[in-house]
């Protein structure tokens, strides 16, 4: 036994190895060369060391390293596997150009990865891979042209995304989908010219949405409806020239940011679906006065700074109405020249005056004569701009326009490098052969409301760039062959609120090579026939809209398309789900059937797209039953399904939807008993909200699935229930041999009597342990 002073002297000694080994420099193998290491906070830094590979010595134990400035090129597959306790990844500059499968995947701790200003130009499916706990990822400053479907499916703990100062010219459908917790996504400082109508569906957790510095030249209003949670929407520097009615839908937008963009005029109801807005920067745009906004009920701030605002009596308005709910205006009047440079907020409506149109032409160009200098004597006078009468032209817009003027001829002596012509709300009829002689530059065409009920062939010829046409809301019963010669690059066709009869065959869509988009909503169809619209004259056509229509049967074959991946159904009279029709549609990646007449799905309905649908909409169908293999061959693509308002009682099997992201079965009268425990327990084990409540019995109904106790009674055989086999024809029900649960029959079929007495697991355990008694006394027996 060691003395005390042999004890003290061994806990000293070993006291003076514990300090000198911590404040020893790391062990030389397990910092790389050229880089530096900090043991205590567990950090390695290798900034601008030429590194072409990751440091394969780098201590398992790291969590933050830092790369910067190399010269890695490409990450390849388990490119940091000895190192996976990283917390935060710095790859910024290091000319990566291509991220490998896998190359992240051992790496679920990492909250924070930097791939900032590198040269990564496509995004693929499973790029980012075991990333499951990242919070921030740059990838700013890199060629990102492309997104492909399933690129951030794996991350859905990130909060923020970073894809600004990139090269996107088109987000696509879906294309952030697993994005559960995104907070911020910056799209900001791209060339996006075109957003997809689902660009942003899944993502119901954003909350501020970065699109400025990019070319879109219309609010995408379909677009900006699906992420729903927006607050904070930021589209400045944008060539947008207009906004029309309805324009911006989005319930709880606070803070929307228009400044630096293009434009002239603003709709009274632009904002109508905004009623939570209390800032709208609509600072530095051609602006000359405003009318009073529609809708935005907690409107605090109106920023009109850098706008050429001429200060009269139609000034007046605005500014009432400002005063009344306390709206701050910030900017001033840029005429008459006795109120120049006045604040918007300070000038009082009664100094608000019109005067003579003699008076303001002088006006004006006393305004020209101070803005040239005072070294001028005489005020030259204001360029001419080539325009028709009645019309207004803008050299540096691009854009022209003649709404609403009352003109029954296309006007001409349009300026030659006009894009955007907006010929909405005129009285044309008829629209003749060469219609827009020199408007070989024009992009978008707007001709809705005019009346027109007859198009010439060749009335489009020589619209070489034409790549937005909108015919919407006017009198064409049909369109003959030819209609849209001379329009090769035609990309969005919008027909719809016109009384078209049938598709428009063929021939009338023979030049539109490039057709991806074609609207045909609010028409009078009544039935698909095939051959024509699918066929070989439009293998682009990507999304198909037939929504409110009259439509009652899809012909096998009236879907043709090898390329169709969105097709709108919806408020039609259809009974039942086109399924041989859909046999010629193998890309079909969304189906619209909700407010139709489908009371009953029968088996393998959707099976011949079931390989790659993702989205099924069938909400208010008046559906009654569902065959049990009605999703047959669904499964993990599936990622929307929605049967809102319908009158099920009992639903299919759900096990095999495992990429489902949302699921919509409100407003269905479930009949909570046992024979729902599948969906109880499905709901139990998914990743997703469900929102079902209890129809049946009396005493639960409103209630949430997930909330009743019932299902705790439940015997465990419960779990699998033999399920109705039921005809297309109600009256009919057909039972199985075992017993039925009252739910899967529904409320007024009554289960038949089993013929054998129902399995007991507790009296068949203790009759079990009884019959091992007496086994047992037999074998004592002597």
Known sequence: MLSFCSRMNFCTAALFMLILVQTLPTEAGKCPRLCSCDSTKLTVTCVGKNLTLVPPTVDEITVKLDLRNNNLQMLP???FVLTPYLTHLNLQRCNIIKVKEGAFRTLSRVVSLNLAYNKIDILYQESFDGLSSLKELHLDHNRIEEIQPGAFTQLGSLNMLALTHNQLVYIPNMAFQGLHNIKWLRLSHNSLNNLAAEAFAGVFTLSRLSLDHNELQFFPTQTMTRPSEVTRLDMSYNPMAYLGEESVSMAKLTHLYLDHMSLQDLSDQALSGAPLLSHLDLSHNQLRYLEPLTGPKELASLNLTGNPIYCSCYMRPLKQWASAGHVKLLGACAGPPHLSDELLQAVAPVNLRCRSRGETLMDELEEDSESIGSSVPTA?????VKCPVNCDCDIEAQHATC????????????????????????HFHYLPTNSFPGSNQVVSLHLELCKIHEIESGAFRGMKQLFYLYLSDNDLTSLDPGTFAGTPN???????GNRLTQLPGGSALAPLSSLFVLHLERNALSKLEPAGLLSSVTPKLRELYLTNNSLTAIANGALESAYLGTLHLDSNQLTEV???ALSNVPNLEELNLSHNSIRWVGPKAFQPVSQCLKRLYMDHVGMEKMSRDALAGLGAELRALTLRGNQLETLPELNLLTGLEVIDLQDNPLQCDCALLPLRRWMEKASLEVTATCGHPPDLKGQKVWEVQIFASCPESSTHPQQVIVDPNPTKVKTPKTILSKAVVGAKAKPAKPKTKPHNPTKNQARRKTVAKKVAKKKKAP
């Open 380 to 384: 030259k006078p204001r360029q001419k």
């Open 490 to 496: 035609l990309t969005y066709l919008h027909l719809e």
């Open 77 to 79: 597959r388990g490119a």
């Open 578 to 580: 086109p399924t041989h």
């Open 403 to 426: 709404e609403g003027q009352g003109h029954t001829k296309v006007p001409r002596g349009f300026p030659v490098k006009t894009q955007l012509l907006d010929l909405r709300s005129n």
